[in-house]
């Protein structure tokens, strides 16, 4: 489906399809696409596993490693050659261990080349992860990583764009749509209870539960009454 044809798709279901030559439609075009790209912004702050993607990196000599264009590091697939192939796993070690060990580490090459024996990770490292053992210098060492990155925005400029309308990540963002144009009319109680819905369901398809400290990480301070909420 093109991005045209998904906005218009927006304003079907809000009542607002008006035939060309009448009256002018209540949500626009680019009021509706920022609604959009903010609900696609919320999917990635909710559920960063709907943006994940393979791609192979470089290490750099010695443990500590830094990912570039990867925002959220999910997992790391293996060791792989210069092409791309995995040619052994890399297990996720438990840092606490690591940090009580303090024997020295003996290593027994694979075919003499050097093989990677595990990596730690904290979503609180701002991208940046430990391999073990230490990269030689020198050495030509790749992984193959799923990455998880916040979508690029659409601008005007993308309506003939293809949007997959049936991935997740497109169904909770139209949800988002339809309870960010509602809740234009918060004076209006069946708009206000018909965008609750539209929220409530915006959760749902994402699977996390609708709460005050999830409703403040989205920047949400219209009055909603979230499900650990007394009353």
Known sequence: MRLRDLLAAFNEDL??????????????????????NEGLCNVF?????EFVEASM????????????????????LGQTDETGLVLTPVPEQNISILSRWT?????TPTNGEFTL??????????GYFNVYPPIPPNEDVYLKVLCANPPEPYTMKDLDKEVDAGCASVTAARQWVLYSALMIDDEVEIAVAAARVH???FFNIL???????????????RTVRATNDNG
């Open 45 to 49: 702050t909710l559920n960063p596993n």
């Open 199 to 201: 929220l409530e369901t």
């Open 117 to 126: 024996t595990g990596y730690t990770y904290s979503a609180g490292d701002n």
């Open 103 to 107: 024997k020295k580490v003996c290593l």
């Open 15 to 36: 009542n607002d399809l008006n035939p060309a030559g009448t009256l002018p439609n209540r949500w626009s075009q680019a009021q509706l696409l920022r609604f959009f």
């Open 207 to 221: 699977k996390v539960q609708l709460t005050q400290q999830r409703l403040a990480e989205l920047g949400v301070n």
């Open 57 to 76: 990196v470089k290490l750099d000599p010695g443990t500590l490693q830094k990912l570039c264009d990867c925002k959220v590091l999910r997992k790391i």
